[in-house]
């Protein structure tokens, strides 16, 4: 299965062809399953970022086919194209400065925290920011 990763270096970007050699005939790889591989085999200095690859951190976000997914839950498919997320600024190949990001967070949970008393409620706006995994694919 081929698809494209783009590239990025010292601001230099480049479309590099990767051809995904399944595991079986029936794997439905995703998308970090492809990046992972193309970095063991093809292109060993591959910049970019995963931790959990269960949805749960949210550090895996890419663009595919120019929309935001989170790589270890988007299924690859053949010509797809994987890019840098577009809303932030690249720093090599497929990662991104996130902390911009987390500076306004900061500012806004500062405001909603609720301290240190573990009796009392936090406010709603509190749950709906924990929720989030910040993966930053909303941006
Ligand atoms: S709110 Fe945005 S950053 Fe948070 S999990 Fe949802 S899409 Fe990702
Ligand atoms: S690796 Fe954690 S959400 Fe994808």
Redesign the pocket.
């Known amino acids: 299965m081929k698809v494209e990763i783009e590239t990025c270096r010292d601001g230099e970007i480049a479309i590099v062809e990767y051809d995904y050699a399944r595991r079986d005939p029936k794997e439905k790889p995703m998308i970090l399953d492809v990046l992972l591989q193309a970095q063991a085999s093809a292109i060993p200095d591959l910049a970019f970022r995963y931790g959990c690859r269960a949805r749960n951190c ?1 550090v895996c ?1 890419v663009d595919l086919n120019g929309q ?1 997914r ?1 790589a270890c839950r988007a299924r690859a498919r053949e010509g797809d194209r994987i890019s840098p997320l577009n809303t932030l600024p690249v720093l090599a190949d497929l990662v991104v400065r996130r902390d911009g990001v987390a500076r306004q967070m900061r500012n806004r949970l500062v405001r909603s925290a609720p301290g240190n008393d573990l009796n009392k409620e936090p406010p709603e706006d509190y749950n709906e920011l924990t ?9």
């Open positions: 949210g976000t935001p989170v929720a989030c995994i910040e993966c930053y694919a909303c941006l």
